[in-house]
């Protein structure tokens, strides 16, 4: 709750016991007095436990996973012998060469000679030689999948890489796609008929056909690793699958690097190399003389715009979120989410024949995402295929769905929702032997033991922090048990500032922090990757985050299959897993923690809908409270459903304000402002 006078009656309060009511928050962090919300600094997540007594209670809890345990075959230990017993030779090869220690029954005149052989003997560590032939079968196992692992890497690697690919077309008119001469040119319609696609032997479309009409818009879906990607880079190569030649490609990848000095206008202006091409033959000629060739240039500037090219790449950078002190800037001062912005504007500001964009909506606000649909559907006269998993966005912009199923492209009229209704009928009329398999996810956050409800667990009150340029100040929220609060704003503005005060991450340089002495906090933060030790396997990481497992693979190897890794990637090193495997690594060490209050920022980054979905079910189910950053829209509606409990806090100049309405009203409004916007 944003306490600003007006919303203190709001939370709905249940009666608690007494007792448990006097648990008075205690003052943790304050205005320069160096102290943190006290966290165990575990990665990517973070807890406050001062309470000893509940670690130990907790292990109980932990301890309910062990019904995996099953999964590690293990060859039972040697029984230990019983006191008094005379031991006979044994074959056991775990005891050759173990000197056993005699019984009372042996004859006191076995002294010296057999003292003095058995000194002899090399000593040998009976539990370690206990363990040898079960490591053994580990290894074995563990080196097996560590080869598979390794061959699975190497392909995806490949899949990076263009020169690996085999297209077979049989579809293709005789001659190639030169083959209609110069009516190629005027060609902006794809169609590719019978085509197949493999790496390295491994095939990702058979028999697969892709018609693609000028001037739509298509939504590319499919369970992450079927080839949505290859296809993507595929078509803007526009060789191995051919795309007549009059089609100008631009691809928009999900990940994107840029070290270019120039101020931000200027590499979205060069994005377009025609114009680029005659702006640089202008200023070469200029000095030269040549006044002919001087004004043809000027004359092929004016056809292409280049007068107004400066104030509509503006106008784009402003929509995505760069002012015009950040688009004087160095595009190589820019780092994370904000150079996949720069990549994006240039793209736009080209208007290609053909644009494809992989996972646009990844690092852009909630702002920005509601721009970027509007602009594709009011401005863009491009052909789009987009690849995404903000289901919001594959409705507001997509008149069809490709859908990658079984090796092959299936499309559906309509936008995400008409296809998902398509598809649901198509499974019906299936016999049941052929019908599809949809891939699902389930998981589910631990409930937490119960604190009161009628106080705050977290309270920040006229908490500030300023670093540099930066400042927030004036911040006044409480967290309750079942809070449910939405986060949003501009990037840049403080949203992840917030919930790094809140989780004690950051400490106030001005006001308070007040936390329940009981509470416990999970923290997801969108750069956990870079917390991540990359070279241990996600086994690895849940032993060391978490001491309390005692080190048991089992218990740990169940966590992550609960949260949808699969098997054969638990012991994978972290750097060989996809973005959305390592979320899934970092959203079980969250759920063994136990919190209470979850604070998320952009949890969606890098999950596929199927993920997101099971997150938003775990995230409405769970008893504490829920603080989150993200850009996915459908994914707040969901959690802020209930009007009681939920609340929008608006980070913007500097303080925290909360919106008087639903979150639903709030985007409504957002979308109205950037339509007269992007139509004005």
């Given at each position: ?15 608690v016991d ?19 919300v ?47 017993s ?13 000197d ?18 058995r000194?002899s ?9 206990a ?51 110069a009516?190629?040119d ?12 493999s790496?390295e032997?491994?095939p ?5 056909s892709?018609r ?16 949505k990607?290859?296809?993507?880079k595929?078509?803007?190569e ?31 202006l060069?994005?377009?190399e025609e ?30 715009g280049w ?14 979120g760069f ?12 780092s994370?989410?904000?150079v996949?912005?720069i990549t ?5 500001f080209?208007?290609?024949?053909l ?12 702002r920005?995402?509601l721009?970027?649909e509007?602009?594709?559907?009011a401005r ?32 559906y ?9 398509a ?10 032997k ?30 500030g ?5 930066f ?7 409480d967290?309750y048990?079942g809070?449910?609060?939405a ?13 790094k ?16 002495h009981?509470l ?5 933060s969108q ?8 070279h ?15 080190g048991?693979e ?10 949808g890794l ?5 012991l ?5 897993l ?36 099971a ?10 409270g ?5 850009h996915?829209?459908?994914?707040i ?15 913007q ?28």
């Amino acid at each position: 709750m944003v306490r600003d006078g007006n919303r203190n009656g709001k939370k709905k309060r249940s009666n608690v016991d007494e007792k448990a009511e006097s648990a008075e928050l205690l003052p943790s962090a304050a205005a320069g007095g160096g102290g943190k919300v006290p966290t165990k600094g575990r990665l990517s997540t973070s807890t406050t436990r001062d309470s000893r007594g509940d670690d130990a209670n907790n292990k109980v809890t932990h301890r309910s996973r062990t019904a995996a345990k099953s999964v590690f075959t293990v060859d039972e230990k040697p029984s230990k012998p019983k006191p008094g017993s005379t031991r006979p030779a044994t074959s056991n090869p775990y005891l050759a060469g173990v000197d056993l220690p005699p019984s009372e029954s042996d004859s006191d005149d076995d002294d010296d000679e057999a003292a003095e052989r058995r000194r002899s003997r090399p000593t040998v560590d009976l539990k370690a030689a206990a363990l040898s032939k079960k490591d053994a079968l580990r290894k074995d196992r563990r080196e097996a999948e560590a080869a598979a692992r390794a061959e699975a890497a190497k392909r995806d690697a490949l899949r990076d890489n263009l020169d690996a690919f085999a297209v077979t077309i049989r579809g293709r008119a005789p001659g190639g796609p030169a083959a209609a001469g110069a009516a190629a040119d005027n060609v902006r319609d794809i169609v590719l008929e019978d085509f197949d696609v493999s790496v390295e032997g491994v095939p990702l479309f058979v028999g697969a056909s892709l018609r693609v009409s000028h001037g739509r818009r298509y939504g590319l879906v499919g369970p992450n690793g079927k080839g949505k990607s290859a296809l993507l880079k595929l078509l803007a190569e526009g060789r191995k699958l051919p795309v007549p030649r009059g089609i100008r490609s631009t691809l928009v990848a999900q990940e994107d690097k840029n070290d270019d000095p120039r101020p931000v206008i200027e590499v979205v202006l060069a994005a377009d190399e025609e114009l680029a091409r005659l702006r640089a033959e202008r200023a070469e000629l200029e000095g030269s003389g040549d006044a002919a060739r001087l004004a043809e240039v000027y004359e092929e500037l004016t056809i292409s715009g280049w007068d107004s090219a400066t104030a509509r790449a503006s106008k784009i950078l402003a929509g995505l979120g760069f002012d015009q002190e950040k688009q004087a800037r160095p595009a190589s001062s820019f780092s994370g989410g904000w150079v996949k912005r720069i990549t994006l504007a240039g793209a736009l500001f080209v208007q290609p024949t053909l644009l494809l964009l992989d996972e646009p909506t990844n690092h852009l606000d909630l702002r920005a995402v509601l721009w970027l649909e509007e602009y594709l559907v009011a401005r863009c006269k491009s052909t789009v295929i987009v690849v995404s998993h903000d289901q919001d966005f594959l409705n507001s912009v997509c008149d069809e769905i490709i859908d990658v199923h079984d090796k092959k492209l299936d499309a559906y009229r309509g936008n995400f929702d008409d296809f998902e209704k398509a598809a649901r009928k198509s499974r019906r009329r299936m016999p049941s032997k052929t019908r599809r398999d949809d891939y699902s996810v389930e998981f589910h956050f631990p409930a937490p033991d119960e604190l009161p409800r009628r106080r705050p667990l977290l309270q920040l009150s006229e908490a500030g922090f300023r670093y540099q340029d930066f400042t927030l100040s004036g911040v006044d929220v409480d967290v309750y048990m079942g809070t449910r609060a939405a986060i949003v704003g501009p990037n840049g503005a403080g949203k992840s500032t917030l919930l790094k005060l809140l989780s004690g991450e950051l400490s106030p340089t001005q006001g308070k922090v007040r936390t329940h002495h009981k509470l416990r906090t999970g923290r997801y933060s969108q750069r956990f990757v870079d917390t991540l030790k990359l070279h241990q396997t996600a086994v690895q990481h849940l032993l060391e985050a978490h001491p309390d497992l005692d080190g048991d693979e089992a218990e740990a190897s169940a966590a992550l299959a609960e949260f949808g890794l699969p098997s054969e990637s638990h012991l994978t090193p972290i750097n060989r897993l996809s973005g959305g495997q390592k979320a899934r690594v970092v959203l079980a060490s969250m759920a063994l923690e136990e919190p209470h209050v979850l604070l998320l920022d952009e949890p969606t980054n890098h999950l596929d809908m199927q993920t997101i979905d099971a997150l938003a079910d775990a995230l409405c189910e769970f008893a504490g409270g829920v603080v989150l950053v993200s850009h996915d829209s459908r994914l707040i509606s969901r959690v802020c459903e209930d009007e009681e409990s939920s609340e929008v806090w608006v980070v913007q100049d500097g303080t925290v304000s909360t919106y008087h309405g639903t979150f639903e009203e709030y985007k409504e409004e957002l979308i109205q402002e950037i339509r007269e916007e992007v139509q004005g």
